[in-house]
């Protein structure tokens, strides 16, 4: 699976557009590219994936390169809530089978 | 998505013995895996629990060390065999591929913490 790479940490005005960034370089043509959080040690939350296309749900916006070497996850309005360490990740996806190798992620503080 | 739980949701261990912690997920799945998440660390892959068939490990565990059971599709155990101090982290369940929906989406349980004395 293709590496990625994203800050270790990033602050952000509670109320604001939490963008943040993700480099994946080397993604194959078959790879998705999937964000989780963790907030304080609770298991992993999903967020949202894509592979191409840019997506949006109730939760966030992922925005994918042209290229698909990069793209960024927006929170559109953070709150405190959204306090917690994102992670990014590109994986096959086959019938359920993919393996998730986690990086450190990126800390985001949302302050009051 | 799916309802995950594990039991116990913590625990403080002695030296030596093992911890068994159970997965419970809420609708049938195809796949089940199990993460460690050491502390200040990220998540790692120990296993992808098989129903009717030994775990497949990753580089760097053992079936001796972290036995896995699946006896269907909604549920799983981990043991944490004789136990030391290293061995203190965030067990993690995971579950995709939930039958008839038609998902590849993995989802975490709420994980659970050990503490090794």
């Known amino acids: 699976d293709a590496k990625t790479t994203q800050p270790p940490s990033m602050d952000c005005a509670e109320g604001r557009a939490a963008n943040l960034p993700c480099n994946h370089s080397?993604?194959?043509?078959?790879?998705?590219v999937y964000w989780y959080r963790q907030i304080h040690s609770q298991g992993p939350q999903y967020i949202i994936h894509?592979?191409?296309n840019n997506e949006t749900n109730e939760m966030a916006s992922l925005i994918i390169t042209e290229d698909r070497k990069s793209s960024t996850l927006i929170l559109p309005h953070a709150t405190l809530r959204d306090t917690a360490v994102y992670y990014c990740i590109v994986t096959t996806s086959l019938q359920g089978a993919q393996k998730l190798v986690f990086g450190q992620g990126t800390r985001l503080t949302i302050n009051p | 998505s799916a309802v995950i739980s594990q039991k116990p949701s913590r625990d403080i261990c002695q030296r030596g013995t093992s911890l068994t912690i159970q997965c419970q997920v809420d609708?049938?799945?195809?796949?089940m895996f199990w993460y460690r998440q050491q502390p200040g660390q990220s998540l790692t892959l120990i296993a992808t629990a098989n129903q009717g068939s030994e775990a497949t490990y990753e580089s760097g565990f053992v079936i001796d060390k972290f036995p896995i059971s699946r006896p269907n599709l909604t549920f799983s155990t981990l043991t944490v065999s004789n136990m030391s101090p290293e061995d203190s982290s965030i067990y993690l369940c995971s579950v995709s591929g939930l039958i008839g929906r038609g998902t590849d989406t993995q989802y975490f349980g709420p994980g659970t913490r050990l503490t090794v004395l």
């Open positions: 080397t993604i194959s043509g078959n790879e998705y």
């Open positions: 609708s049938q799945v195809t796949m």
């Open positions: 894509g592979l191409k």
